[in-house]
Structure formats: C-alpha cells, structure tokens
C-alpha cells in the first residue's frame, strides 16, 4: 500500500491497531527500535509487545478511543524483544475509515534513549561535585546555590573571567525541576546590537536585510527550561528594555512582527562588569539590574582562594587523566608551589588550561615544572627591566605593590595597611597620590 510507503519512511516508531488492540501495522523504525518482525507482531495485543508499565495504570489507546481526546509527548518505558527498557516520548490519534468511523487507533513513540544519557552526562558536567573549594567564601556559594537551584528565582552572576559562572549557572539549571527541558546559552558580548534582539527574540521574514526566513529565537528555544544571558553587561539600552519585559511578563514580539508571543523561562544572567557602576554611568537600566539581581552570587578570584588549588590541579588531574588515558599520579613540589603563588589573570579556566598543557607535555606519572607553559615563569630580572623602563620607577613599583596587596586583601583596607607595615592613613594618603583604583587590578 502507498499509505505504508509512506508511514515507513517516518524515523519516529508507528503502529495501529484495531478497536480490539491488535496490531494491524508495524513500520520499520519501530521494528528496529524494539526488534520484532512484522509477522512476530500482527494480529498481537499491543499490550504484550511493549510490555509498557504504563499500560497496567490506564492504557493511553483505550483512553483516547473512549475520550477522542488526542495525547501528546507523554513519556513512558517500553520493553524491546530483548527485554531491556527503552524510554519513550509517545502520541495517540484516532484511525477513521472513509466514512468518518472510528475503526483503531494509532500510536506513535520515539526513542529518547539518547537524550536522556545526554542529561545524564550533563547533569553530571554540572553536578555540585564538580565545583570544586574548600575555601569559606565557596563553602558558602555552594549553600546559596543548593537553596536557589530548585526555585525559579532570577540568578545574577558576577565575577571576573573565568571564575565558573557558567558552570554554576549549569548547575542551578540541572539541579531544578527545569533539568529536563533546555538549557540555552547566549554570549551577549560576542553578537552585535542589531543582531542580539534577533538572536533572543526572533525574528519574521523579511524584518531586515538578510532575513530570508523566520526565526525562532533563544527565549522561544527555551521555553520551559532556563536561558543564561552571559555577559549580560554588554547588551544596550535597547534590548534591556525588551529584556526587561519577558521578565516582569513573560512577553516578547520577534524582530518586525506585532503578535506577542509567551515563553515560561528562567532567566540566569553572568558579567565580569561593575553593573552598578554601569547604572550611575546610565549605560545599564536600573530597573533591569534590579530584577536580574534577585539572587545575587558573586565568585571570587582563584587569586583569593588559593587554598582551592590544590584540591582543583587534583580535579584536572582526574578530569585529564579519563579524557587522555593517561596515569599521572603525581605533581612535583615544586610545580604545587608555583601554581599556588601565581596570580591566574585567566582564573580556574587559566589553570585549567596550565594542567592540560602539562599533561600533552607528561610521559610519565609525575608533572615537573618542565612540563608547565613556558609563559608560566616569570623572570625577575625582566620584571625589574620594565620597571626601570616607567617614567618613575620608584612610584611604578611602590605603586603595584600596594595594588597586588590590595587585591589579595580585597581591599580591606586595615588588613592591607598591616601587610605593608604601614598605618591606614598612610595607606590611604599612597593610593590617593598613586591614583590607585580597583580597575587597575585587571592590568596589574
């Protein structure tokens, strides 16, 4: 028959059966799923093939011949020929003859196998285990983020680049109710203004030059799920104030279109940017920031938690050593005490990148220091040569001594003073004369 041509060809499994629940066709991607022939499966009782626990509890063919009512994406497990269980997406629909008469019903289902390993995988990427500190000022992020995870309460993230604010977004996400549905990331600082209300909203054919087609944007992608707005510090006035509107009323209208459409997302959003500055500065919409910041989590630097790196060259280590087939076992002395002195301007993404450079470069169990990058040692004699070179050496080195003390301290001003063995009057008179600011951290 043309008909089964047709529903072969389908990569989702089908079956029908009459008003008596006996298959009457079985197509090849359902035969291929579960592993019968069609002749081990006509004529049967749909009930003794799946095998489906569901269909003990109420079967959803029997519910849609009595009701009429068509289902749809309902989730179940199956049983293929071996006995193994398969978890499925399924729908229902009534089968009419010419007349218009119910004469069986239809059941579609699709393997969802793959997806769900691909949870398991990502829920395990972003498992609380993979954030890694013993350090006090973790210790209690990670309770914040137990607390905030199962709510749907709007996260801002803050902190500078590469401290993880996206791998404790991915864990909030995968330790929700929303685990399930999608977890879409947009780098706001990587799309251009006229492209960034496309890329969050959508857009309508022929709304601007180069729109050959619709398109769906994230917001719509994510329905249901959680959208992370990374570098969210970057966007301008114009899309914070659409912005600011899916997140009072869960609204929005594609780019040159007037219907407005709906999307049930949470909203977590990242900067390595001073918000509050940016709002005095009027480059950032008060009213934005402060429905962003319901919770606020701010992460440290690697610099101020060097008590971590340890524990964290040891998750490299095992990360790599899985990925690789390697058996490093080892780091030197050493080579620990110099990642524990280092600064890491790239934070826990700089170190993990030195691991995994030191572990192209091991042959054996043990990392040396001649297996760190060679930009990793700093000589001091040319640390010395570029401050001879500054205008006033004197004030150059004094200066970035007092910054490097500042930062280490987070600008605890009594505490930096009593490193320095100086008074915090003094203190305070150097970084007035110095013109020390917070920024400068980020040149040190």
Same mark, same amino acid.
């Given at each position: 028959?043309? *008909?089964?041509? !047709?529903?072969? =060809?389908?990569?989702?499994?089908?079956?029908?059966?009459?008003?008596?629940?006996?298959? *009457?066709?079985?197509?090849? &991607?359902?035969?291929?799923?579960?592993?019968?022939?069609?002749?081990?499966?006509?004529?049967?009782?749909?009930?003794?093939?799946?095998?489906?626990?569901?269909?003990?509890?109420?079967?959803?063919?029997?519910?849609?011949?009595?009701?009429?009512?068509?289902?749809?994406?309902?989730?179940?497990?199956?049983?293929?020929?071996?006995?193994?269980?398969?978890?499925? =997406?399924?729908?229902? &629909?009534?089968?009419?003859?010419?007349?218009?008469?119910?004469?069986?019903?239809?059941?579609?289902?699709?393997?969802?196998?793959?997806?769900?390993?691909?949870?398991?995988?990502?829920?395990?990427?972003?498992?609380?285990?993979? !954030?890694?500190?013993?350090?006090?000022?973790?210790?209690?992020?990670?309770?914040?983020?137990?607390?905030?995870?199962?709510?749907?309460?709007?996260?801002?993230?803050? %902190? /500078?680049?590469?401290?993880?604010?996206? $791998?404790?977004?991915? *864990?909030?996400?995968?330790? =929700?109710?929303?685990?399930?549905?999608?977890?879409?990331?947009?780098?706001?600082?990587?799309?251009?203004?006229?492209?960034?209300? =496309?890329?969050?909203?959508?857009?309508?054919?022929? #709304?601007?030059?180069?729109? @050959?087609?619709?398109?769906?944007?994230?917001?719509?992608? #994510?329905?249901?799920?959680?959208?992370?707005?990374? /570098?969210?510090?970057?966007?301008?006035?114009?899309?914070? &104030?659409?912005?600011?509107?899916?997140?009072?009323?869960?609204?929005?209208?594609?780019?040159?279109?007037?219907?407005?459409?709906?999307?049930?997302?949470?909203?977590?959003? #990242?900067?390595?940017?001073?918000?509050?500055? #940016?709002?005095?500065?009027?480059?950032?919409?008060?009213?934005?920031?402060?429905?962003?910041?319901?919770?606020?989590?701010?992460?440290?630097?690697?610099?101020?938690?060097?008590?971590?790196?340890?524990?964290?060259?040891?998750?490299?280590?095992?990360?790599?050593?899985?990925? $690789?087939?390697?058996?490093?076992?080892?780091?030197?002395?050493?080579? $620990?005490?110099?990642?524990?002195?280092?600064?890491?301007?790239?934070?826990?993404?700089?170190?993990?990148? !030195?691991?995994?450079?030191?572990? @192209?470069?091991?042959?054996?169990?043990?990392?040396?220091?001649?297996?760190?990058?060679?930009?990793?040692?700093?000589?001091?004699?040319?640390?010395?040569?570029?401050?001879?070179?500054?205008?006033?050496?004197?004030? &150059?080195?004094?200066?970035?001594?007092?910054?490097?003390?500042?930062?280490? *301290?987070?600008?605890?001003?009594?505490?930096?003073?009593?490193?320095? %063995?100086?008074?915090?009057?003094?203190?305070?008179?150097?970084?007035?004369?110095?013109?020390?600011?917070?920024?400068?951290?980020?040149? $040190?």
């Amino acid at each position: 028959m043309k *008909t089964d041509i !047709i529903l072969d =060809s389908i990569n989702d499994g089908l079956f029908t059966t009459g008003l008596d629940f006996k298959i *009457t066709f079985f197509n090849k &991607a359902a035969q291929e799923l579960l592993g019968y022939k069609p002749n081990e499966v006509l004529g049967k009782h749909c009930r003794s093939i799946l095998k489906c626990e569901a269909c003990k509890q109420g079967c959803a063919l029997q519910h849609t011949f009595e009701t009429g009512e068509v289902l749809a994406n309902y989730e179940a497990i199956v049983r293929n020929k071996k006995g193994e269980p398969i978890p499925i =997406s399924f729908s229902t &629909a009534l089968l009419k003859g010419e007349d218009g008469k119910v004469i069986g019903g239809v059941e579609i289902f699709r393997d969802l196998s793959l997806v769900k390993n691909l949870i398991e995988q990502l829920q395990g990427k972003y498992s609380f285990d993979n !954030i890694v500190g013993k350090n006090h000022g973790m210790q209690k992020i990670y309770a914040l983020i137990q607390q905030v995870a199962p709510t749907d309460a709007t996260v801002l993230i803050t %902190g /500078e680049s590469g401290t993880g604010k996206e $791998m404790i977004a991915g *864990t909030i996400h995968y330790n =929700s109710a929303r685990r399930e549905k999608p977890f879409v990331k947009v780098d706001c600082a990587s799309l251009v203004e006229n492209l960034l209300e =496309s890329e969050l909203f959508g857009h309508v054919k022929g #709304a601007f030059t180069g729109a @050959i087609s619709d398109k769906v944007g994230r917001f719509e992608s #994510a329905d249901g799920g959680t959208i992370f707005l990374d /570098e969210i510090g970057n966007i301008g006035l114009a899309a914070q &104030a659409k912005l600011l509107r899916v997140l009072q009323d869960g609204e929005f209208e594609r780019v040159g279109e007037s219907k407005t459409r709906k999307a049930d997302v949470r909203i977590i959003a #990242a900067t390595n940017i001073d918000l509050k500055k #940016a709002v005095r500065e009027k480059r950032f919409r008060e009213d934005l920031f402060y429905r962003l910041k319901v919770i606020s989590i701010h992460l440290p630097p690697l610099r101020h938690r060097r008590d971590d790196i340890p524990l964290l060259v040891k998750h490299f280590v095992d990360k790599f050593n899985k990925s $690789m087939g390697k058996e490093v076992v080892n780091v030197f002395p050493k080579v $620990m005490e110099m990642l524990i002195k280092y600064t890491y301007p790239g934070n826990i993404r700089e170190l993990e990148n !030195i691991i995994e450079h030191a572990f @192209i470069r091991c042959n054996g169990n043990t990392i040396f220091p001649h297996h760190l990058p060679d930009d990793f040692f700093h000589d001091e004699t040319d640390f010395i040569e570029n401050i001879l070179k500054s205008k006033n050496p004197l004030d &150059a080195l004094e200066r970035k001594l007092i910054l490097k003390v500042l930062d280490e *301290t987070d600008w605890a001003y009594q505490e930096a003073a009593s490193r320095l %063995g100086i008074s915090r009057a003094t203190l305070w008179r150097k970084i007035k004369a110095l013109a020390i600011k917070k920024e400068d951290v980020a040149n $040190m």
